[in-house]
């Protein structure tokens, strides 16, 4: 059965799709069969990779079709291991459409359990930076939660709304939602408030912070705005060394199973 780890966060910009893509990318590269899942309407993954769409099918028909099978709408990664189902809900009505169904809040845990089956070792998805509809049934539907935080002193507060709207999740809804950590993003330890603001994160929160920090490297901007992962594009950089360390962490930190390419 897969593992679902879901990017969720109430902050745009903060790396969220970024960290999706790459950590899935990671995950493909180190021999896992990866599924990427695109949720947000503004539909960034694509852009991200420079995918070319098998088909205009997505994860509108994950809402809207719920009877269409994987196969029809999964588009094939550049990489071996990765497959990607795209977002196609960018227009208004249809977004609609989407959030009315969606207000059922385990309609993509239901949907994935009952399409997936042992086809994929991982599930990365990539929820709007809200708590709207499809953000909830992105984080009902995870394993694991990752909060992506921008370290800057207006993320900290950001980053408190939502874990206040996780509580409320966890009492009124599912109480078995399980936060894996904050994912430290665009550090620059030249600068005075990155290093204060990762000080005061780790100091407040201890364990529930990721020991791999995502530098802030130009690499990474470089390779999104050609349509690649920063991985393929310069894997000796710090910002693909972040991204594999952070993989490896969350293998080690939940015991995960290791595929035999890593071993």
Known sequence: MAKVITFASQKGGVGKTTSAVH????????????????LDPQGSVHHSLGTEKNSSLGIREVFCTPE????????T????????????????????TVNKIAQDYYHVSQWIEKNTS???????????ASTSSLSINAMIAADFIIVPLECETLAIKSLKRFLQAFKVLQITIEP??????ILLTMYDENIISHRQVCKQICK???ESVFETVIPNCPHILEASNLGIDVIQRHLNSAGATGYIRLANELLDRFLLPKSEKTN
């Open 77 to 96: 990664g550049k990489h071996q291991n990765l497959d990607l189902l795209l977002s196609n809900i960018q227009e208004l009505l249809t977004e609609q």
């Open 176 to 181: 078995r939602l399980r936060l894996a950590g």
């Open 118 to 128: 042992d086809l994929y070792e991982f599930i990365i998805m990539d929820a709007p």
């Open 23 to 38: 950590l899935a990318t990671a995950f493909a590269l180190g021999g896992y069969k990866t599924l990427l899942v695109d």
């Open 204 to 206: 407040t929160l201890g």
């Open 68 to 75: 269409i099978s994987l196969q029809e709408i999964i588009t």
